[in-house]
């Protein structure tokens, strides 16, 4: 009998369990907007991936060649519960075929271990699931240096499927990101600073499956804008890329500059975060976005004690999301380490021009209305009306050109000495006089090289290079850095 093993990889995607215990019509919609994000993403690495949609999994098959790039996608996807990766052949028929085939593909695994065999089988055969449970259990225990068959808790359990005569052994298993698909839960306004809190609170909404937008309020860097919008940029790609989502900038200088004007000291902090609460809200009626999401954590600063952000709260009549209001900063720091932000808040610039000396920890409602009333309104709708909309595949280029870093191309010269501030070991081979310093040790270790030569900070994409090029310039008052792009 001739047995056929397809030259592909397939995957077995799982759904999220709170996906399955919906009714009946929001399950198939769940369903249906996960196959469709998952179709969306993988024709942008191969047309020829398939996906196949079913009550309980989608079935991904794609050349072998670009298995790598569809695991990933597929690991950070919101909708995925488990990944099980399986080796496919066709032409199955008989037990002792299953028995062998599994056998030379999982039998080193059991070795000096207890094992299980699960089988799901799906159509019509002479046997059942069962028989194909024991025949393949006791023909490996036969094979095998095993310990034993252990039902109930194994060190290793091995997943099989027959479908009709294909038949699909299961090879490794991973655990999906979780959550709802994205685009089946509305529409969200995350306003982003960039540092550990806000980037979180995105990827956590993005996760529950809710389109996230962004929204920065500018206070006077152009490195800071830079910062957020590259891990703005980060977060889409690796985690919401199935929708366009937009990015909007609102330039705040002058509503800062009003604040120090009409405001007492004790109340800056709070009535900023207020601010940045109308002009979120304005925005957020035009997109026809009902919610908006911060990263404040209760207790964290002073703006953030219940009162002050009962205070905030009372600025607008939007919906308001604070997924880490309970979290320990710890907590945060390591789903930021986990889900690639970390090296960007650790990194990011602060232009937060609005610092009280002694920030009021419970704020009162009365005093907060006089204060409020004392601000000229009119300086915070200038501002929504200048901001700027990009979408977010538009992020990269848009980096590029708001940079006030020169960027050099030709290096013939050798008078550059290139920085190449990536991280790993890696290192540009160039004709001038190279160094490798990792962007989160420049600040650091730049001022200890002669600031007589010229330098140049190279990174892949120009993204890292421009904002930590900007944040030198800004913060440090170096005159010798430039960009090099290749």
């Known amino acids: 009998m001739e047995i056929e093993e397809v030259k592909t990889q397939k995957f077995i995607i799982k759904f999220f369990p709170e996906i399955m215990i919906k009714g009946t019509a ?8 996960l196959s469709n994000n998952l179709i969306k993403l993988l024709k942008r690495v191969n047309e020829n991936i398939e996906s196949k949609k079913f009550s309980d999994k989608i079935e991904i098959v794609c050349p072998i060649e670009y298995s790598v ?26 037990l002792d075929e299953i028995k062998v085939l599994v056998n030379d593909i999982l039998g080193h695994t059991v070795k000096n271990k207890t094992f299980v065999v699960r089988a799901k089988r799906t159509g019509t055969h002479d046997f059942k699931s069962i ?6 259990g006791g023909y490996m225990l ?10 109930k808790n194994p060190d290793i359990k091995i997943n099989i499927e027959l479908v009709h005569n294909q038949l699909n052994v299961v090879t490794l298993k991973h655990n999906g990101l979780g959550g ?35 929204i920065f309020f500018n206070l006077g860097g152009v490195a800071h804008e830079i910062g957020v919008k590259q891990v703005a940029s980060f977060l889409w790609n690796k985690f919401g890329s199935s929708h366009n989502v937009s990015f909007i900038t609102v330039p705040f200088e002058d509503v800062v500059s009003e604040i120090f004007r009409s405001t007492a000291e004790t109340y800056m902090g709070v009535t900023l975060k207020r601010l940045m609460l109308k002009a979120s809200e304005k925005i957020a009626n035009d997109m026809e976005i009902d919610a908006l999401v911060t990263g404040e954590s209760v207790a964290q600063v002073s703006s953030q004690t219940l009162r002050n952000l009962s205070l905030i709260d009372q600025a607008t009549n939007k919906l308001i999301l604070r997924p880490l209001s309970t979290m320990h900063k710890q907590d945060i720091m390591k789903i930021a380490n986990d889900i690639g932000t970390r090296r960007f808040a650790e990194t990011m610039p602060e232009y937060c021009g ?21 601000f000229d309104y009119s300086v915070l709708d200038a501002a929504v009306a ?18 006030q870093i020169e960027s050099v191309s030709d290096i013939s010269s050798g008078k550059y000495t290139i920085i190449d501030i990536r991280q790993g070991d890696d290192c540009i081979k160039t004709s001038c006089e190279t160094l ?38 800004d913060a440090e008052n170096f005159t010798n850095i430039r960009v090099y792009r290749p």
């Open 26 to 33: 929001a399950r198939r919609q769940q369903i249906n907007q």
């Open 69 to 94: 790039e569809t695991r990933q996608i597929l690991l950070q996807t919101p909708g995925v519960g488990v990944i099980l990766e399986a080796v496919q052949y066709n032409k199955i028929n008989t």
């Open 131 to 136: 028989e194909i449970e024991k025949t393949v």
């Open 142 to 151: 036969a094979h095998n240096d095993a310990k034993g068959i252990n039902l």
């Open 180 to 214: 709802f698909p994205i685009g089946s839960q509305g529409q969200i306004l995350s306003l982003m600073s960039g540092g550990f809190d806000s980037t979180v609170a995105s990827y956590l909404t993005m996760r529950r499956g809710i389109k996230t937008h962004f």
């Open 354 to 374: 609005v610092i009280s000396k002694n920030p009021v920890i419970h704020g009162s409602f009365k005093r907060m209305d006089v204060e409020s009333r004392k």
């Open 386 to 403: 200048k901001a700027v909309r990009v979408k977010a595949y538009e992020l990269v280029e848009d980096i590029s050109d708001i940079s």
């Open 436 to 473: 490798k310093i990792p962007f989160h040790k420049l600040k650091s270790e730049f001022k200890n090289l002669p600031q007589e030569k010229e330098y140049l900070l190279y990174c892949d994409k120009g993204i890292l290079s421009q904002l930590h090029a900007q944040y030198l310039i």
